[in-house]
């Protein structure tokens, strides 16, 4: 395994009908000689273990292969806008129903909807990009304007989990038809991003959106990204913010 990364592994464990009973607990591992932190929750069942090495985030690397996931659904190429919208409506549903986005971007509130500020760094290809990460997305995407990208490369499905594909497949197959801005009008209905439109109004450029908020209901008669009861949506929620407080902690 490439030790010279910062990497986040996650895994799903079952136990019996996969919830397992105690936790959320930690536990040491080790993966080809290295320790590492392994956190285990109730209900969703995920690992994740740490490699503190910095290089290329593992935002990155996933912002990167779920953009050019996109892209190859859309032809081989896509408007920036629209991809950056579908990877809202993926990393909503992957987090309902995983307990993680998909990307694991810092997600921001701005004046066309929620944005994955990695995401967007990796598909304008800016100035303002490290070179790492310059290096590895333009092995898999080309910048075509300033508005558009392409893929060149064939999707590094080692990046992606199968849910990861699941939830990129769920947005394609239920956003992807929508133009951009109507996908950024659509947007503009759920809660994250609503609890931060008289900011944007007043003024502000953007806001930091907290994934917690993804949780909570759309406006009525639009898809909530995986559906969950009152209780299923209580207890996801708790279960996040128990992982986001360890992530603080240990990170």
Excluded at 19 to 24: A, D, E, I, S, T
Excluded at 29 to 56: D, E
Aim: glycine share 6%; net charge positive; with cysteine.
């Amino acid at each position: 395994m490439d030790t010279d990364r910062n990497r986040e592994i996650y895994g799903r464990i079952l136990f019996g009908n996969g919830r397992p009973v105690f936790g959320p607990f930690l536990l040491d591992i080790c993966l080809t000689g290295i320790p590492k932190q392994t956190i285990i929750h109730p209900y969703f069942g995920f690992v994740r273990a740490n490699l503190f090495h910095m290089s290329l985030s593992i935002a990155h690397r996933k912002a990167t292969q779920a953009l050019n996931f996109l892209a190859r659904q859309s032809g081989g190429r896509i408007n920036k806008l629209k991809a950056l919208k579908l990877m809202f409506f993926a990393d909503r549903y992957h987090l309902r129903k995983f307990g993680r986005p998909v990307s694991e971007c810092a997600y921001y509130a701005m004046t066309h909807g929620p944005v994955a500020s990695e995401a967007k760094q990796v598909a304008e290809d800016g100035d303002l990009l490290p070179a790492p990460v310059r290096s590895y997305a333009r092995k898999f995407l080309e910048k075509k304007t300033d508005y558009d990208y392409a893929s060149v490369a064939d999707v590094d499905k080692s990046v992606l989990s199968e849910s990861d594909l699941e939830a990129l497949t769920f947005a394609w197959e239920n956003f992807g038809y929508q133009t951009k801005y109507q996908l950024r009008d659509i947007t503009h209905h759920y809660p994250e991003w609503k609890r931060h439109e008289r900011a944007l109004g007043d003024g502000r450029r953007r806001v930091k959106m907290d994934y917690a908020d993804f949780f909570a209901e759309p406006d009525a008669g639009y898809n909530p990204c995986h559906a969950l009861t009152a209780k299923e949506r209580e207890a996801a929620r708790e279960l996040f913010l128990q992982r986001q407080a360890f992530d603080q902690r240990w990170s």
